[in-house]
């Protein structure tokens, strides 16, 4: 564990030598970059039993950009990571308008994504083992290094109810933590340093809970004593690789490996498993909950789909992403229960409306 005194100053330091990243382009592009089924900015409509889903893409800016995260706001517009080209962008979908932001340290990787309630875009540079701040105002980035050179790969980032942002730190095996008004970080090592921490969401209560990818295991954080647990679930070959967490404070998780969603209850203890409908080799990878069910995608078929599971009646449906998906590594929620994904190997964003199909 790093203690507080020599992070905080380190990243007072960097707050106040805060650079603005350099704009790289806004462009009008959405209509003339949303190519789906040959038919040029049309959404497309996927029908099957129970819901319909509207799928529509834009094509981000700078090519080979690779969108990793994307992020959800209450105006309506999109966030994203190009992981690739070092760049964050925001997606007004009502234009099409895009604006992208340039990383002050080149190659920084940003990876995940986090707005706090002034509405600032907090992000992971995966490649150079610093937390990113940017005001989108002002294009003002502030850059927050880890105090422990060991944590080079900071990954995946969420605010708790009181401001405290968390994030997993994935070949360190630590969890972070950054207190946002002083610039403090403190890096909390969990017991197996190989584990592969990756996906991380907070609860009701404020706990941060977060997926070991390199273990069939999920763990907890004490917001206030940084005491870890972990839980172990009963498959051998699990692992958990991204999680969502619903009102009951259910952890719902994509076991990548075995193809499998599953559902565990820290209350109880345990934990249930559903085979994804594509099979062992389906490897679910981004998932949200939204709308009273489960969202996720199989990344590992082709195209890749999108998965709704009622936790209710314990059915599945599934879409194929027209434009085919790319690898979905993550998916956010809108305000309004819609459904952003990160295409990352098409450098697309894609915008969902699902909805029942008796729905008018």
């Known amino acids: 564990m790093v203690a507080g005194k020599g992070a905080m100053a380190m990243a007072a330091r960097f707050t106040r030598r805060a650079v603005t990243g350099r704009l790289l382009r806004a462009c009008r592009c959405g209509a003339a970059a949303n190519l789906i089924g040959g038919t040029l900015g049309a959404p ?27 992020l959800a706001m209450a105006d309506g517009t999109i966030w994203y990571t190009g992981q690739m080209a070092s760049t964050l962008g925001r997606l007004d979908p009502s234009s099409g308008r895009f604006t992208e932001f340039h990383t002050p340290i080149p190659e920084s990787g940003p990876h995940g994504l986090a707005a706090d309630r002034a509405g600032n875009i907090w992000f992971t540079a995966n490649f150079k083992a610093y937390i990113g701040r940017l005001e989108p105002r002002t294009g003002r980035i502030t850059v927050y290094p880890l105090p422990d050179p060991q944590a080079r790969d900071p990954h995946t980032p969420v605010f708790d109810p009181s401001g405290i942002l968390w994030f997993t730190v994935q070949g360190a095996g630590m969890i972070g933590r950054l207190d946002p008004e002083t610039g ?5 090592k969990l017991p197996d340093r190989d584990s592969l921490p990756y996906g991380i969401a907070v609860n009701s209560f404020g706990v941060p809970f977060f997926a070991e990818f390199n273990a069939n295991r999920i763990g907890s954080i004490d917001p206030r004593t940084l005491a870890v647990r972990e839980y172990r679930l009963p498959a051998p070959g699990a692992r958990p690789r991204r999680i969502a967490i619903t009102p009951d404070d259910a952890v719902w998780y994509t076991d990548y490996a075995r193809g499998y969603l599953g559902r565990f209850d820290p209350r109880s203890g345990q934990a249930r498993e559903w085979r994804s409908p594509a099979g062992a080799g389906a490897q679910p990878y981004g998932i949200a909950a939204a709308a009273g069910m489960i969202w996720y995608s199989e990344s590992g078929i082709d195209p890749n789909t999108l998965v709704r599971f009622d936790p209710r009646s314990e059915a599945f449906q599934t879409w194929p992403i027209p434009g085919g998906g790319g690898v979905v590594r993550n998916v956010a929620v809108t305000p309004d229960d819609g459904l952003v994904l990160a295409l990352s190997g098409l450098d697309r964003i894609a915008l969902v409306r699902a909805k029942p199909a008796d729905a008018p």
């Open 184 to 188: 403090a970080i403190r890096l909390i």
């Open 44 to 70: 497309v409509r996927a029908a099957g039993s129970g819901w319909t889903a509207t799928f529509t893409e834009w094509t981000v800016p700078t090519p080979g950009a690779r969108p990793h995260d994307p």
